[in-house]
């Protein structure tokens, strides 16, 4: 029965000796790029979170992560800044750059609008013009006439 395999051991030893491990730079690039974006999308990620990883990989290998994403972080970022407004109409090039800015503690995340808030931007927006009710036919005038007794089909 073989044990688990300590598996930072493992890959420290692969980092630590590249002539034995030839050719796998790109598996080693592709495994760490996994890894962080994993990482910031894990239950619980938050502003925090984000900074500590950028900490300890170094601003510019978090650059190259937050280039690599194919949503352009926006599946981050609406666990970091889910109160964003432009998220939802937001281009990836933003996304991007907003990431960074949170991780370098440049910008702060959005603050949840209170109901305070909410009601007030309600009352702020334009009514909705009211729709007329669609004339109905039996209030024309040719079902108002009355009977007056005589038969004129005669």
Excluded: C, Y
Aim: aromatic share 4%; charged share 30%; glycine share 6%.
């Amino acid at each position: 029965m073989s044990l688990d395999v300590d598996g930072a051991a493992v890959l420290k030893a692969i980092v630590e000796s590249p002539t034995v491990f030839k050719g796998l730079d790109r598996d080693l690039s592709d495994f760490a790029h996994r890894m962080v974006v994993k990482q910031l999308k894990a239950k619980g990620a938050n502003v925090s979170v984000l900074r500590a990883v950028r900490g300890a990989i170094g601003d510019d290998a978090f650059r190259h992560v937050v280039d690599g994403l194919t949503d352009g972080g926006k599946s981050i970022l609406a666990k970091v800044d889910k109160h964003n407004p432009e998220l939802d109409t937001a281009k990836p090039d933003w996304m991007r750059a907003h990431l960074v800015t949170l991780a370098n503690g440049t910008s702060e995340p959005t603050a949840k609008p209170s109901a305070k808030t909410k009601a007030v931007d309600k009352k702020q927006a334009a009514p909705k013009p009211r729709k007329q009710p669609p004339k109905r036919a039996i209030s024309a005038k040719a079902f108002e006439a009355a009977w007056d007794g005589k038969n004129r089909d005669e």
